[in-house]
């Protein structure tokens, strides 16, 4: 209700993206008597940082056996060979 | 060496851009031809990719298989959209870990610049289900020991 309020939304429109961000993690609700108090989570958006530094750290490794495999065809084709 | 930048786009891409010292021709062919990908698209330490099927025409199949040695792995399938050699691909992938994760949609470009190429990479940002199954692989663990390896063997 008073999260509605500074909106020019209707208070069932702010219930629903509030059920999206819950959804994802991003806030919390709980019940006290009428009341839906929301709290802001970071549950959502530590579980993304966690992935990607998990993928950039997975794909760095990669590349990085990349930029030999590279330097090994650089190395043939300048020799003449069939890389 | 140069740094590979990873960085979100909106709510649902991942864009990842890498500098190599080598021509776009070179860059393409190592992600196209098999006898290559098998040599560097590996993660962890210890992991190999012991069967690489990578048909490169518009729907060409594409299946990697890869095994961490111990007994465990997963593989992932998908199909190419679009090539322009030796500057852009277009294909669609998932894992199977086991059961086939929501498609993912990955554009390649490979510009050339006065250091070799620059190549952009575009892909779908995975929901949380996903991102987790990708987690529980084992993809984050043996990081630190690959980079002693690569040490050693470098």
Known sequence: MELADPFEMTQPAVSRHLKVLEGAGLITRRVDGAKRPCRLDNRGI???????????KALARNYDRLDNV?????????????? | MSKMVLTTEGDRHVVVTRQFAASPELVYRAHTEPALIQKWLLGPDGWTMPVCINEAKPGGRIRYEWQDGKGSGFHLTGEYVELVPFSKIV????????????????ETRFDA????????M?????NAQTRTAMLA????????????RLEKIF
């Open chain 1, 46 to 56: 530590k579980a993304i940082e966690q992935w990607l530094a998990v993928m950039h």
């Open chain 1, 70 to 83: 590279l330097a090994d065809l650089q190395r043939a084709t300048s020799k003449g060979e069939p890389p």
């Open chain 2, 91 to 106: 294909h669609v992938e998932r894992m199977h870990l086991p059961d086939p994760t929501p498609d993912n949609h990955v």
């Open chain 2, 113 to 120: 610049d006065a250091r070799g190429t620059l190549m952009t």
């Open chain 2, 122 to 126: 575009r892909m779908t940002l995975p």
């Open chain 2, 137 to 148: 692989t084992g993809m984050e663990h043996g990081m630190e020991a690959s980079y002693v």
